[in-house]
């Protein structure tokens, strides 16, 4: 009679049986992964917009306004504001959103090493040299502007007309009402459509301007830098439209008659130069995130929340207004 021999390893089937289970497992995990870190995304993104609004009335606490959208001095649409005085040479000072909210986020050293009046000596090195191994400012990012969810992780863009550089750019745009890129052209809706948000070019407006009711009003929303046609159709990047201190409509703030996450559809390329100009100014106004399903606002009360993409038209247009007298419902 013979002895059965210990069996040793395992059969085909049974390693097979063994590779599908680890695939499921794998399976399951990754998505919840993904999840954690979306979760984790954010809640560091909406720390952030906390932290813009909350500078925004600190701001307001210490010259009884909230901070311009930007200040650049463009005759005759945009003329100087009589609170800002120009230097010894007659300049006026030039400066966007956000160096207005660096003293109130910890970096006021860093608001301090900004030239008002001699713009293009922001982009020199302590030699002079333009664009220089050593440029600064208009390269310096600062943590608090990048949400997790931008599809890079090193939050410059490099420009392909001269003069060639890094620029920081922002996750953060300040709310400008119905448009914040103006249209000019004849025929279609002039600068008189925007300026009615909270952020306004050479304008300030305090709390008592706000008279849809701060928890009606957006102050800050995010913008996200994915647009593949835009980057690869237009000529141009939408990451080149988040200068965070170039002092441009189009670099501060955005409006909100573009749904949330709008980007140019996939046969822009084939349509007429008028339909894509409105799409490409469309496209520079809109908010969106790379969170999933909307993004992230700060409203005029302080308070943070999640809106969906999905969000009513009229009602997304009527949370950017300061003073539209709408009644704005569930949202």
Same mark, same amino acid.
């Given at each position: 009679m013979s002895k059965l021999r210990a069996r040793l390893g395992f059969t085909l089937i049974e390693l097979l049986v +063994?590779? %599908?289970?680890i695939a499921i497992l794998i399976g399951l995990l990754l998505p919840a992964v993904q999840k +954690?870190?979306? %979760?984790? #995304?954010?809640?560091?993104?909406? =720390?952030?917009?906390? *932290?813009?609004?909350?500078? #925004?009335?600190?701001?307001?606490?210490?010259?009884?306004?909230?901070? &311009?959208?930007? &200040?650049?001095?463009?005759?005759?649409?945009?003329? @100087?504001?009589?609170? *800002?005085p120009t230097n010894a040479l007659g300049q006026n000072p030039r400066f966007a959103l956000m160096l207005q909210l660096l003293p109130y986020i910890e970096q006021d050293a860093l608001a301090k090493r900004w030239n008002m009046y001699d713009f293009n000596a922001n982009r020199r090195d302590e030699?002079?040299?333009?664009?220089? !191994?050593?440029?600064? /400012?208009?390269? *310096?990012?600062? !943590?608090? /502007? #990048?949400?997790p969810s931008q599809p890079f992780s090193e939050m410059r863009s490099r420009p392909s007309s001269p003069p060639d550089g890094l620029y920081a750019i922002n996750s953060y745009y300040g709310a400008a009402g119905t448009r914040s890129y103006p249209r000019r052209a004849t025929g279609r809706p002039a600068l008189s459509q925007f300026r009615d948000g909270v952020f306004d070019q050479n304008r300030q407006y305090?709390?008592? @301007? +706000?008279?849809?009711?701060t928890t009606n009003t957006l102050m800050f929303g995010e913008r996200? &830098?994915?647009?593949?046609?835009?980057?690869?159709?237009?000529g141009d990047r939408i990451a080149d439209w988040g200068w965070v201190w170039f002092g441009a409509q189009g670099d501060a703030f955005l409006g909100t008659n573009v749904r949330i996450n709008f980007k140019l559809p996939a =046969?822009? @390329?084939?349509?007429?130069?008028?339909e894509q100009t409105l799409l490409f100014e469309d496209r520079i106004n809109a908010f969106g995130s790379g969170h999933t399903g909307g993004a992230n606002f700060a409203l005029a009360d302080g308070s943070v929340r999640f809106i969906r993409d999905a969000i009513s038209p009229v009602?997304?247009? *009527?949370?950017?207004?300061r003073a539209g007298g709408e009644v704005v419902g569930d949202y």
């Open positions: +063994v590779i %599908a289970i +954690v870190r979306e %979760a984790a #995304a954010r809640i560091k993104c909406t =720390n952030n917009l906390k *932290q813009f609004v909350t500078a #925004a009335h600190n701001y307001h606490s210490s010259y009884d306004t909230f901070p &311009y959208g930007l &200040y650049r001095v463009q005759n005759p649409e945009f003329p @100087a504001d009589p609170k *800002q030699n002079g040299i333009d664009f220089g !191994p050593g440029w600064y /400012f208009l390269k *310096q990012t600062v !943590p608090t /502007f #990048a949400c305090g709390v008592t @301007a +706000v008279t849809d009711g996200h &830098y994915y647009d593949p046609i835009f980057d690869s159709v237009t =046969n822009f @390329a084939s349509l007429t130069g008028g009602t997304f247009l *009527q949370l950017g207004t």
